[in-house]
């Protein structure tokens, strides 16, 4: 296996930890050590580890047979739940991942509109397929950031900082896009939100010059609230895609939108769309038993335990005389190795990645999982209990203080 991992971001140096089992809040790795996991499957488990309501729906759907390349009644129940929660999506179809999911919104709006260019925000990451795997830029140059895509795969993906609505003015006006694709908060830097008005402002542009947003929910969809991005910001994207929590911790994408455009996915129109997965009763089951437990005063108790978090880091840098910014929202946070707080790719740039890799190191040691790339967020479960908030501040005393050789006692850790 290349690097010995079946996905980049899990290569941890010297070599990743095995991993024999999880639960809750908690992961075990293979020589028995336990550690607190605010990685967490990179996303999906918003219900922590091996939940018994998922696991249940799961064992029930395996009795039954697991795949039968046929409708079955929980895309029905899941599309009409999804449906509920992201009034936009007026129709939907499900794939198997966030990056078909992407890739098939692109493809649609692209199909629907006529139009060739698509424009997507610096940083901001969509899956693994040709047209999004853009290096980053002026919005003149779209060089491909991966070996083996063909220059003509990119030469129609303009790119444009985040929370800059000028930028995205000036490149809509020069280029007649098909669609901007954002995530509404971008979760592929580390966490990094919307100012004020950027997001309202961005649906009047793209209205202004005829090009569909596409709202890359695949992160936020169910983790910020149950609507989503688009609920928390009051802002109604064209196109929206969901993965991670909607499929519960197994494989699963969605996309959707107006029915004007979503008629024009295969059968019902011309652009195609299809998968052997595609809607698997597995993955269904998974979902529709996550969302079922989903409730307001589970977001508000998890989204709360963020705060906390948050609020907790920066006292606790502020005591220790570390000028770092800890950004997030909600369940989302992350620590940036840089003084100023990030708004957008370029800043991200700025951080001292070294320093964040031993640190995650340091927090390992302390028994704590948190993603091991700085370009990576951390996420709260609402298996995560105020103890482990706490334990997990008293650890990240000892590996600052280990990391900036501070020789001081910290009070109260
Ligand atoms: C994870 C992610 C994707 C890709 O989803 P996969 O299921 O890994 O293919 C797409 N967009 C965003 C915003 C993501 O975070």
Not at 325 to 350: C, H, S, W
């Amino acid at each position: 296996m290349p690097g010995g991992v079946s996905s980049p971001v899990r290569a941890i140096d010297p070599y990743p930890f095995y991993v024999e089992k999880a639960s809750d809040s908690r992961i075990w790795d293979v020589d028995g050590n336990l550690y607190i996991d605010y990685c967490m499957g990179y996303g999906p488990l918003i219900l922590g580890h091996a939940h018994p309501a998922v696991y249940a729906a799961v064992a029930e759907q395996l009795k039954s047979g697991w795949d039968y390349g046929t409708p079955v009644k929980a895309e029905i129940d899941l599309a009409e739940r999804i449906q509920a929660d992201f009034p936009s999506m007026e129709m939907l179809r499900f794939v198997s991942t966030g990056t078909e999911a992407t890739m098939s919104a692109i493809r649609t709006a692209r199909g629907f509109t006529g139009k060739d260019t698509i424009v997507k925000v610096e940083g901001g990451y969509h899956g693994a397929h040709d047209a999004v795997l853009v290096k980053p830029g002026s919005a003149a140059i779209s060089a491909a950031s991966s070996l083996g895509v063909p220059a003509a795969a990119v030469e129609h993906t303009v790119q444009v900082p985040f929370n800059n609505v000028e930028a995205l003015s000036g490149a809509l006006e020069k280029n007649d896009a098909a669609c901007l694709i954002i995530e509404p908060v971008m979760g592929n830097i580390g966490p990094v939100v919307p100012e004020e008005t950027y997001l309202s402002d961005v649906r009047k542009v793209t209205e202004e010059n005829e090009t569909l947003l596409i709202f890359d929910e695949v992160i936020t969809g169910f983790r910020l609230c149950i609507g989503g991005a688009q609920c928390l910001y009051g802002v109604t994207p064209d196109l929206t895609t969901l993965g991670k929590i909607a499929g519960g911790g197994f494989p699963m994408g969605v996309f959707g939108g107006t029915r004007e455009i979503m008629e024009y996915v295969a059968p019902s129109g011309g652009v195609f769309n299809a998968g052997t997965f595609s809607g698997h009763p597995v993955s269904l089951a998974a979902g529709l038993a996550t969302l079922s437990v989903l409730n307001e005063e589970g977001y508000r108790r998890v989204n709360g335990l963020g705060d906390l978090l948050r609020r907790m880091l920066v006292d606790l840098l502020e005591e220790l005389d570390v000028r770092i910014a800890v950004q997030g929202i909600g369940t989302m946070f992350q620590v940036f190795f840089t003084e100023k707080p990030v708004r957008n790719y370029r800043d991200a740039l700025t951080c001292d990645t070294s320093l964040y890799k031993k640190f995650s190191a340091y927090m390992r040691d302390e028994g704590i999982f948190l993603a091991p790339s700085q370009y990576e967020t951390n996420f709260i479960s609402l298996a995560h209990s105020n103890e482990d908030l706490e334990y997990t501040i008293r650890a990240s005393a000892n590996a600052f203080e280990r990391l900036y050789s501070l020789d001081v006692d910290t009070p109260g850790y």
